[in-house]
């Protein structure tokens, strides 16, 4: 499982309501027994994010979602080589010790909840931007340009 130093219950600050929301959206989608479980998706999935976006979109995706996601996505340094969609879902799993099934139903509820936050142009930028495999944990078809 993903762990992380929690700070104190007395010295933790509120989440913001536009968080709250996320957190619910991605507990609703993942069909997760507790906030806590949504949360840890969401952090695991954000920081993957984070290590592929570069440039205006990851700028601008930092825009579009609540404060605290958008801490989680621009605290990683940006990878030299992005990893294609399968990859990303593989290097999840590996991070967090969870089978490839459930690291792949993580990841589409916290994209889910992402694309409800941002504009279908940013998104269309963003997988313009990324290598082949991401279209379909956005809940896009992968089309490819005809030969």
Do not use: N
């Given at each position: 499982?993903?762990?992380?130093?929690?700070?104190?219950?007395?010295?933790?600050?509120?989440?913001?309501?536009?968080?709250?929301?996320?957190?619910?959206?991605?507990?609703?989608?993942?069909?997760?027994?507790?906030?806590?479980?949504?949360?840890?998706?969401?952090?695991?999935?954000?920081s993957g994010l984070g290590?592929?976006?570069?440039?205006?979109?990851?700028?601008?995706m930092a825009r579009c979602?609540?404060?605290?996601?958008?801490?989680?996505?621009?605290?990683?340094?940006?990878?030299?080589?992005?990893?294609?969609?399968?990859?990303?879902?593989?290097?999840?799993?590996?991070?967090?010790?969870?089978?490839?099934?459930?690291?792949?139903?993580?990841?589409?509820?916290?994209?889910?909840?992402?694309?409800?936050?941002?504009?279908?142009?940013?998104?269309?930028?963003?997988?313009?931007?990324?290598?082949?495999?991401?279209?379909?944990?956005?809940?896009?078809?992968e089309l490819t340009p005809?030969?």
């Open positions: 499982m993903i762990t992380d130093v929690r700070v104190p219950l007395e010295h933790q600050q509120p989440y913001s309501t536009a968080y709250e929301q996320m957190l619910e959206k991605v507990r609703y989608e993942g069909a997760y027994p507790t906030r806590e479980r949504a949360e840890e998706a969401v952090r695991l999935v954000l290590r592929q976006l570069t440039g205006d979109e990851r700028v601008d979602l609540p404060r605290e996601a958008a801490r989680v996505l621009t605290a990683q340094i940006p990878d030299p080589q992005p990893l294609t969609g399968w990859a990303f879902v593989k290097d999840l799993a590996a991070r967090s010790g969870a089978s490839l099934a459930t690291t792949r139903w993580d990841t589409g509820s916290v994209f889910a909840a992402v694309t409800a936050h941002t504009d279908s142009d940013l998104i269309t930028r963003i997988l313009h931007q990324l290598p082949a495999g991401y279209a379909l944990l956005f809940g896009r078809a005809a030969a």
